[in-house]
């Protein structure tokens, strides 16, 4: 499912650009300490390298490019175990531009939406693996949007995603935006096929979602707005979750700090896929 009318893409490319870390946890990061600097992106970095590894045989010369790389927690737990592999990022903000040059050698370039851009990055591979977190639901044409990503990959190559376990009734607020695309695991299952993709893994991850055991709790959540569906539902990350990793936690490398996100099935809060193409 879309929103409609669906925003205009130069005005999504700049908000990207300028906008979308400039507040809350989005634009935390302590580039001291990183990438030791969040429990929860160092987590999210080293469960989904353990979903790639569970369902590809990644090489350790492979490509791996991520779109969205953000801050660049998750190019940095492959660099954990893969010290030979080549890492790649996409990323619009400059400021986190600056993080990701943390990352030893990583190539990095510009907002995969704008052509130019693109073609620089596509030029440096093709890509054995490409990472998709948190980025499938913002484009404004999501089939153009992969059909992209699919002419840099290698043959035989896969995309790992994830992406928000969302229902079509929580489309009714503002709560999800710049949300423009909204799956579940059905719709997700067909999307990625009718693009010609191969599912390998496709499974519900992160913190479960428990409904109460209320008759009249549940009614109340059957027409309550989304943002109070998600406070009452979604299971509370520890406090310390934000925080920077203890020494122990630095030095186990396949340790992931915070369980739930390695976890997978139920009713939990993200979608994860592994998508063979070629």
């Not at 369902?55 to 991520?66: I, K, N, P, Y």
């Not at 940095?76 to 400059?94: G, N």
């Not at 539902?233 to 186990?252: F, G, Y």
Request: charged content about 25%.
């Amino acid at each position: 499912m879309q929103i409609h009318p669906v925003p205009d893409p130069e005005a999504l490319a700049d908000f990207y650009r300028r906008d979308y870390r400039r507040g809350g946890f989005n634009a935390a990061v302590d580039s001291t300490r990183f990438p030791w600097d969040c429990r929860n992106r160092v987590s999210r970095g080293r469960s989904l390298r353990r979903l790639a590894e569970r369902h590809f045989d990644l090489t350790d010369e492979a490509r791996v490019l991520e779109i969205g790389a953000g801050f660049g927690h998750n190019l940095a737990a492959f660099r954990e175990t893969r010290p030979r592999c080549r890492l790649f990022a996409s990323e619009a903000d400059p400021s986190c531009r600056v993080t990701l040059a943390k990352i030893e050698g990583v190539r990095i370039g510009g907002d995969w939406s704008v052509p130019d851009d693109r073609r620089a990055m596509t030029s440096l591979g093709p890509f054995e693996m490409v990472l998709l977190v948190h980025v499938l639901e913002h484009p404004a044409d999501p089939s153009g949007f992969l059909r992209s990503v699919r002419s840099a990959l290698a043959p035989g190559g896969v995309v790992v995603l994830e992406v928000p376990s969302e229902s079509p009734r929580l489309v009714r607020t503002s709560n999800n935006a710049p949300h423009i695309c909204f799956f579940e695991i059905p719709s997700l299952a067909r999307f990625l096929e009718a693009q010609g993709g191969r599912v390998l893994a496709l499974e519900t991850c992160g913190p479960r979602l428990t409904p109460p055991r209320s008759h009249l709790k549940r009614l109340v959540l059957a027409t309550a707005p989304a943002w109070f569906i998600r406070r009452a539902s979604r299971r509370k990350a520890a406090a310390s979750s934000r925080t920077a990793l203890a020494p122990a936690e630095i030095a186990d490398r396949d340790l992931v700090p915070i369980a739930y996100y390695d976890e997978y099935g139920g009713e939990r809060t993200w979608l994860r896929a592994v998508v063979a193409f070629g």
